[in-house]
């Protein structure tokens, strides 16, 4: 059973930065492929970022390319989003998710592991 927990979250001022963590449990982490989502309320879940399904790409939303890095660290277990230059439409609730599909990296339902979600606001 993979379990997920984000942190990092909180109040920011446009065009400041916050970087999230998840922390992920079990002894593979390494092999996981991974993706960061996100939701603000009354909208769907959105694809923010994504590890390619063997590993050697990252892909970004077209919203957050330039402004967004993820990144890894196997040693911790643990998936990190470096978010800068921070906008009001960046807030939402951020989600991990492990991918268990290799399929499209953009769509939720190719993700079989989640976390609880951390939220972020951007105050403009």
């Known amino acids: 059973q993979v379990q997920l927990v984000e942190s990092g979250g909180g109040l920011v001022q446009a065009g400041g930065s916050l970087r999230l963590s998840c922390a992920a449990s079990?002894?593979?982490?390494?092999?996981?492929?991974m993706g960061w989502f996100r939701q603000a309320p009354g909208k769907e879940r959105e694809f923010v970022a994504a590890e390619s399904w063997r590993g050697s790409n990252i892909y970004y939303a077209d919203s957050v390319k330039g402004r967004f890095t993820i990144s890894r660290d196997n040693a911790k277990n643990t998936l990190y989003l470096q978010m800068n230059s921070l906008v009001p439409e960046d807030t939402a609730s951020y989600y991990c998710?492990?991918?268990?599909?290799?399929?499209?990296?953009?769509?939720?339902?190719?993700?079989?592991?989640w976390g609880q979600g951390t939220q972020v606001t951007v105050s403009s």
């Open positions: 998710a492990v991918r268990t599909r290799a399929a499209a990296y953009v769509n939720p339902t190719d993700y079989g592991y």
């Open positions: 079990g002894p593979t982490f390494s092999t996981f492929r």
